[in-house]
């Protein structure tokens, strides 16, 4: 890897897998196998999801959380390779790169007090089967859907 490619990893592409990593996720409603109906999110897998030990709890996987982490920046790394192969990019202004930096510091903070907060548990790995019922991508800013299965919801109007 060149010098160049070197610097454009520490100063670009770390935050920008972080910011990317963080706003750009998927949501899964899945119901795990001897469990209630549940919320997951995460991209490409599902590395985070509601505990089940007390409201307002979150489950992380170690393990589904490092692949994606590293799918993301694979992604930013490969584009800016090629964009540095192209343009041939020497520098960045310094503005962008505290900026970027200073947006990932400060994403990291509070998804460490998110996590410090949620009763967590972490495992290594998802160790049980699920299947899924529903799922969609989302940015940070927006709110997971409410599902409500058909199964579960009283269709009868004689009850009203």
Do not use: H
């Not at 010098?3 to 454009?8: C, P």
């Not at 505990?51 to 982490?69: C, Y």
């Not at 584009?79 to 400060?106: A, C, E, G, H, Q």
Request: proline letters at 4%; glycine letters at 4%.
């Amino acid at each position: 890897m060149s010098q160049n490619m070197k610097q454009l990893t520490i100063r670009l592409i770390i935050p920008i897998t972080v910011l990317s990593f963080v706003f750009v996720t998927k949501w899964w409603y899945v119901v795990p196998i001897d469990a209630r109906e549940t919320f997951f999110w995460g991209f490409p897998f599902a590395y985070v999801g509601e505990g089940w030990q007390t409201s307002g709890s979150l489950q992380f996987f170690i393990l589904e959380w490092l692949t994606n982490l590293c799918v993301f920046f694979i992604f930013w790394f490969t584009i800016l390779y090629f964009l540095n192969r192209v343009f041939d990019i020497k520098t960045f202004p310094k503005w962008m790169v505290r900026t970027l930096w200073t947006f990932s510091f400060l994403v990291i903070l509070v998804y460490g007090v998110i996590v410090i907060f949620s009763y967590p548990t972490f495992r290594l790995k998802r160790d049980y089967d699920w299947e899924v019922i529903q799922t969609g991508y989302k940015f940070i800013w927006q709110q997971t859907p409410t599902i409500e299965l058909n199964s579960n919801k009283n269709t009868n109007d004689e009850n009203i």
